[in-house]
C-alpha cells in the first residue's frame, strides 16, 4: 500500500518510531497517519533516494528536505519490503514478516505457510533444531516433550517408558523392568523372580523357601506348609516326601516325622493310645495288635498285657482283668484260662489258680469259690484234674481228704477197685511187691503167719505136701505147714505126676500111704514121717 503526504519546505523527518520529536507537517492529520502506521512502514524520499527503517534510531541520518512531495510505502503484516524492487513481497515458509521485516523463525518453531507474521510452536512431542524450519519433527519412539516449542525430545530413562496420549514418560511398575532408556514399554519378571520396587532395571530371584510361577510379580511366594524349595529362582514348590512335613511356610527342607508319630492329614501327629509307630517317615499309625496295650501317646511299641489279664480287640487301651473263674498266668494273652476242674479263682485278676481241698472236686471248669468243690466218697481220689475216681486194685485210699492213692504194702493185697485200706496175704500166700493184687502161694515152702513177704523152708527130709494143690474149690492151695511123707531121699516127695484127685493129709501119725493122687507103686508107700504139729 503506498500513500502520498505533502510536507512542509525544511521540516525534518524526526523519529517516528519512538515518537519523540514529532514531525513538522502543515497537516496535524500527516502526522497521525504516519504515527498510526510508523510499526510497520518504509518511508521513501523518493527524491534523495533516503531509505530508512523504521527501527532505525539514529535520526540524524535523514536528511532534510526541501521537496514538498514524498511517497510513504507501507507493507501490512505477513509481507516484507524487498528494498531492490521497492516492493512488497509476500513472507515465505519459514519465516515470519512483521513491519515489513522478513525473519526466520527460530529454533523451536516453524511455519508451513507462506504470508504470515508469525511462527506455530513445535508441538507436543514433536520439535525443530534449526531456524527457518518448515516443518516439525516428530520425536522417535520412545521420546518426548514435555510442552511446545523444543528444540529437541527427551528419552525416557532407564526404569521408565513412554505411555498415554499425549505421551507421557512413566515409571515402570513394580514386578517388571526396563532394560535401556527411551522404552516405551516394560518387560514382566519372568517366573521365578520378582520385582517389589517400581522404575527398576532389573529383577530379583526369589531365593531359596520361595518360588513364583507367575510373571510379572512384585514378591515371591513362600513354599506352603509340607512344601519346600531348595534352588533359587524356583517355579514352583515341591510337596514333602512320604512321611516328612514342615510346620510353617517358607522352607527349604522338610522334616521326617519321627518314630512315634505319624502323618496325618499333612500334620505330623503322634501315635495316639492304643497304636504305635515304630519307623520315622511313617504315613499311618499301627494299631496294638490282641494281647497287647498302649496307654500312652507317641510310642514305638506296644505293651504285653500283664498275668492276670488279656485284650482280645485290637488297638487296646489298657488290658482287660480276667474276671472270677478264670486266670493267666503268661503275658500278652488274648484269652483268659478258666480254671480247670477241682481247682477255682476266687478273685479277679487271677495268675494262678486255688486247688480244691483234699479228696475234693468240681463238676464243671471255671469255678469261682471254694464252695465249688465237692467232698469224693471213701476210696476215691483225684486224678489228673478229672473227677473223683476209685483207687484201682493194688491199691487204697485212707478216709476222706486223701489226695492221692497209695500202693498196698508187701505182705497185703488189694483185689477191688476204690478200697480204703488193703488185705493182709493169708497163711500160706505171700506178696514181695507193692501193689499187689493178689498174693502167691508158697509151694514145696510154707507160711504159718499172714501178712508175710516170703515163705519158710521145711526142714531137711520133709516135703510139703499141698503146696500147689487145689481145693474144693478150684483154688490153688498155699502150704501153712509141712507135712511130712517117708521118703527114701532127704528132699524128694512124692511124685505129683498125674494128679487126677483133690490131695488129703495123712491123718495120723502111723499111716503109711501118701495122698492117693500122689502114690508111687506100692511098693514104693513109705511111712509119713511127721515132725511137725499142728497138722489138720
Given at each position: 500500500m503506498i500513500e502520498h503526504f505533502s510536507l512542509s519546505q525544511k521540516q525534518t523527518m524526526t523519529d517516528y518510531k519512538n515518537k519523540s520529536v514529532p514531525l513538522i507537517s502543515e497537516s496535524q492529520n500527516i502526522k497521525n497517519k504516519i504515527d498510526e502506521l510508523a510499526s510497520n512502514t518504509i518511508i521513501?524520499?523518493?527524491?534523495y533516494g533516503v531509505i530508512k527503517s523504521p527501527f532505525e534510531t539514529n535520526i540524524n541520518r535523514y536528511k532534510k528536505f526541501s521537496d514538498l512531495s514524498y511517497t510513504v510505502t507501507f507493507c501490512d503484516d505477513g509481507n516484507y519490503y524487498?528494498?531492490?524492487?521497492?516492493?512488497?513481497?509476500?513472507?515465505?515458509?519459514?519465516?515470519?514478516?512483521?513491519?515489513?521485516?522478513?525473519?526466520?523463525?527460530?529454533?523451536?518453531?516453524?511455519?508451513?505457510?507462506?504470508?504470515?507474521?508469525?511462527?506455530?510452536?513445535?508441538?507436543?512431542?514433536?520439535?525443530?533444531?534449526?531456524?527457518?524450519?518448515?516443518?516439525?519433527?516428530?520425536?522417535?519412539?520412545?521420546?518426548?516433550?514435555?510442552?511446545?516449542?523444543?528444540?529437541?525430545?527427551?528419552?525416557?530413562?532407564?526404569?521408565?517408558?513412554?505411555?498415554?496420549?499425549?505421551?507421557?514418560?512413566?515409571?515402570?511398575?513394580?514386578?517388571?523392568?526396563?532394560?535401556?532408556?527411551?522404552?516405551?514399554?516394560?518387560?514382566?519378571?519372568?517366573?521365578?523372580?520378582?520385582?517389589?520396587?517400581?522404575?527398576?532395571?532389573?529383577?530379583?530371584?526369589?531365593?531359596?523357601?520361595?518360588?513364583q510361577d507367575q510373571t510379572g510379580a512384585d514378591k515371591c511366594i513362600p513354599a506352603p506348609k509340607n512344601f519346600y524349595t531348595n534352588i533359587d529362582k524356583a517355579t514352583s514348590a515341591i510337596a514333602c516326601p512320604s512321611g516328612t512335613y514342615t510346620t510353617n511356610e517358607g522352607?527349604?527342607?522338610?522334616?521326617?516325622?519321627?518314630?512315634?508319630?505319624?502323618?496325618?492329614?499333612?500334620?505330623?501327629?503322634?501315635?495316639?493310645k492304643g497304636s504305635y509307630t515304630s519307623a520315622a517317615k511313617s504315613t499311618s499309625k499301627i494299631d496294638c495288635p490282641k494281647g497287647k496295650f498302649q496307654d500312652l501317646e507317641g510310642q514305638t511299641t506296644c505293651k504285653d498285657v500283664p498275668q492276670g489279664t488279656y485284650t482280645n480287640i485290637t488297638g487296646a487301651t489298657t488290658p482287660t482283668d480276667c474276671l472270677k473263674g478264670t486266670y493267666q498266668d503268661k503275658v500278652g494273652q488274648t484269652s483268659c484260662i478258666p480254671a480247670p476242674l477241682n481247682t477255682y479263682t476266687d478273685t479277679d485278676k487271677a495268675i494262678s489258680t486255688k486247688r480244691c481241698p483234699t479228696s475234693t472236686y468240681t463238676i464243671e471248669t471255671g469255678q469261682n469259690n471254694i464252695s465249688s468243690c465237692k467232698q469224693c466218697p471213701d476210696g476215691y481220689y483225684v486224678e489228673n484234674g478229672t473227677l473223683c475216681v476209685p483207687a484201682p486194685a493194688g491199691s487204697f485210699i485212707s478216709g476222706l481228704n486223701s489226695s492221692f492213692k497209695k500202693a498196698?504194702?508187701?505182705?497185703?493185697?488189694?483185689?477191688?477197685?476204690?478200697?480204703?485200706?488193703?488185705?493182709?496175704?493169708?497163711?500160706?500166700t505171700f506178696s514181695s511187691t507193692t501193689g499187689s493184687i493178689k498174693c502167691q502161694n508158697c509151694v514145696n515152702q510154707y507160711n504159718d503167719n499172714t501178712k508175710q513177704t516170703g515163705c519158710k523152708n521145711c526142714n531137711a527130709g520133709i516135703g510139703n505136701l499141698l503146696g500147689g494143690t487145689k481145693d474144693s474149690s478150684g483154688n490153688t492151695i498155699g502150704a501153712t505147714d509141712c507135712r511130712g511123707v517117708w521118703l527114701e531121699n532127704p528132699w524128694s516127695s512124692c511124685n505129683l505126676i498125674g494128679i487126677k484127685y483133690k490131695g488129703h493129709r495123712c491123718s495120723e501119725p502111723d499111716e503109711t500111704k501118701c495122698s492117693r493122687h500122689n502114690a508111687k507103686p506100692a511098693e514104693q508107700q513109705g511111712r509119713c514121717n511127721f515132725t511137725i504139729n499142728g497138722w489138720v
Open positions: 521513501d524520499n523518493k527524491l524487498d528494498s531492490v524492487t521497492k516492493q512488497c513481497i509476500t513472507c515465505p515458509v519459514g519465516s515470519f514478516c512483521v513491519n515489513a521485516i522478513k525473519q526466520e523463525c527460530s529454533r523451536g518453531s516453524y511455519q508451513n505457510d507462506t504470508g504470515q507474521s508469525f511462527c506455530k510452536l513445535a508441538p507436543v512431542n514433536t520439535y525443530t533444531n534449526v531456524n527457518g524450519a518448515t516443518s516439525y519433527i516428530n520425536c522417535t519412539a520412545g521420546t518426548y516433550t514435555t510442552g511446545e516449542g523444543q528444540t529437541s525430545c527427551s528419552g525416557c530413562p532407564i526404569g521408565y517408558y513412554l505411555t498415554g496420549a499425549p505421551p507421557v514418560c512413566t515409571i515402570v511398575p513394580a514386578g517388571n523392568y526396563t532394560t535401556q532408556s527411551n522404552s516405551t514399554s516394560y518387560i514382566p519378571c519372568g517366573k521365578g523372580t520378582y520385582q517389589n520396587e517400581p522404575g527398576k532395571n532389573s529383577c530379583k530371584d526369589c531365593l531359596k523357601g520361595t518360588y522352607n527349604t527342607v522338610c522334616t521326617d516325622c519321627p518314630a512315634g508319630s505319624y502323618m496325618n492329614n499333612g500334620v505330623c501327629t503322634l501315635a495316639p498196698c504194702s508187701v505182705g497185703t493185697f488189694q483185689d477191688l477197685t476204690g478200697q480204703t485200706s488193703c488185705k493182709d496175704c493169708d497163711r500160706g
